[in-house]
Nanobody
């Protein structure tokens, strides 16, 4: 079970922090949580592994976005800085049991559990 929050409207150049509260089986097992953006399909923006804390960033996220997790709160965050209008869209978090390194799993977008999504609007 995954619940996103933190979306909203922001001006270009601004920042937002998305949160994904993780519950259920994914709290106990080794897993990967990722943030995905829905544009023409789902793009894997960034993922983090609970097994080894390794992270992955898509080219569109590198240098601007940062993923982190708070294991005590079972929450994964995506800090998004220097937002651009083309970052607008629906953002989803998703989780999958650890099966392969995060840089292999994230681009595949083959995650079984998804949140309901949160909308981000970047506009002046």
């Amino acid at each position: 079970h995954l619940v996103e929050s933190g979306g909203g409207s922001v001006q270009p150049g601004g920042s937002l922090r998305l949160s994904c509260a993780v519950s259920g089986r994914f709290k106990a097992d080794d897993y990967i949580v990722g943030w995905f953006r829905q544009l023409h399909g789902k793009e894997g923006l960034s993922c983090i592994s609970s097994k080894d804390d390794r992270t992955y960033y898509a080219d569109s996220a590198k240098g601007r976005f940062a993923i982190s997790r708070d294991s005590a709160k079972s929450t994964v965050y995506l800090q998004m800085n220097r937002l651009r209008p083309e970052d607008s869209g629906f953002y989803y978090c998703a989780a999958v049991p650890w099966m392969a390194p995060v840089d292999v799993m994230c681009p595949r977008v083959e995650f079984g559990a998804w949140g309901q999504g949160t909308r981000v609007i970047v506009s002046s």
